[in-house]
């Protein structure tokens, strides 16, 4: 079976698909979309969170056919300039993603597709969010290397920055 995929605002045609790959599988290997990160496969860690439908969703467990008639953002959606609220020219890293890297927020990198999404998530819904509201939003994304205090920092300095206070 075949079928297309909107994804960051690009329609990409899905070939000889088997019904049962999840979203997560077509992104990374039918799609060349490697920024979601396969860790659990259950929909535990965060790692592979995507927006579908203004919804965040672990897209390891979405079947990619029952997203066919969706809207899909990924990591690489929120530094590609098309459909970004920061208003940052196309290539550029989002706000979201330049915190992180001037806070320090990012080791080994594994978790950090999923956070970026997730903050990205949060702050287009509540760009005021206190840090409970943070970490309540972020509460599924697993993180083994940072201990969340600079994740933590970086929402903080995205506000800041957003609210017009510049930040850190």
């Known amino acids: 079976m075949a079928y297309d995929l909107t994804i960051n605002d690009r329609t990409h045609s899905v070939p000889s698909a088997w019904l ?23 929909g535990e860690c965060g790692s592979c969170s995507v927006q579908l439908d203004g919804q965040l969703v672990c897209s390891c467990c979405v079947l990619a056919a029952d997203a066919a008639d969706g809207d899909i953002r ?19 890293l ?4 330049q ?6 927020a990012v080791q080994c990198g594994f978790c950090i597709p999923g956070l ?30 940072t201990g969340y205090g600079r994740i933590l920092e970086a929402v903080a300095t995205v506000q800041s ?8």
Do not use: W
């Not at 990374?28 to 259950?42: H, I, T, V, W, Y």
């Not at 989002?94 to 993603?97: A, E, H, T």
């Not at 990205?120 to 309540?136: G, Q």
């Open 116 to 145: 970026i999404v997730s903050v990205h998530d949060l702050l287009d819904r509540v760009p005021d969010a206190d840090e409970l509201t943070v970490r309540e939003a972020i509460s599924g994304n697993l993180c083994r290397c």
């Open 20 to 42: 049962g790959e999840s979203l997560l599988y077509v992104l990374r290997e039918r799609l060349g979309m490697p920024g979601s990160k396969n860790a659990c496969d259950q």
């Open 99 to 104: 915190a992180f890297l001037d806070e320090g």
């Open 74 to 92: 990924t990591v690489e959606g929120v530094a590609s300039g098309s459909g970004r609220r920061d208003g940052a020219p196309e290539g550029e």
């Open 94 to 97: 989002s706000d979201v993603q």
């Open 161 to 168: 920055r957003r609210a017009g206070g510049g930040g850190s």
